[in-house]
């Protein structure tokens, strides 16, 4: 019986905790990321008429700390659910082959617009404004978010985009958003 048990202690700590699903290109996929034309004008139109925000994930095959993000960040019931709900999602492939427009009108292979974008990190998230002006998409950007973090600066980086607090002029960036949010968790209070 014993050695049951052990056999089977073994076996369920040699399991994955999550799968995520990997698509043909390599790249870790989720129920809310979009197959678009890969136009961002497009696609930001798209999020406004779903009353959306446009999030671009640039992500690359084998990337460990993508990995990290979908299986222990955006598996999180509560992190997928926000970004279902606020977020219309594109992702590209820092290696990849197909044509992206810009906001600013160039049009580029994945693999290009990343080096045109400086993009040198994976994951990287990067949030586009409702009305961006005629220039690169980060640029534009009102947040980026390179590298992989945690499921509560996750989702509060989400929630500082969607109720637009990069405009506030009060001095709150997100950093001392995110350190009151922390304490706000851990007295128990979520507003």
Known sequence: MKRIAVTLA??????????SEIGDDGLHKQPWMRDTFKDLGEDLAE?????KRLLVIIEQRGCIYCAKMHEEVFSRDSVS???????????????????VTDLDGDVLEERAMARKWGLLFTPTMMFLPQEPKPVAAPEA??????????PGTTLDMLTWVVEERYLNQDGEDFQRYHARRITERNNGSTD
């Open 10 to 19: 073994a076996l369920m700590f040699s399991l994955p905790v999550t799968a």
């Open 47 to 51: 999020a406004n008429d779903e009353g």
């Open 81 to 99: 659910a926000y970004i279902q709900e606020n977020y219309f999602v594109v992702q590209l492939n820092l290696h990849g082959s197909t044509e």
């Open 141 to 150: 950007a009102v947040a980026m978010m390179p590298g992989a973090f945690g």
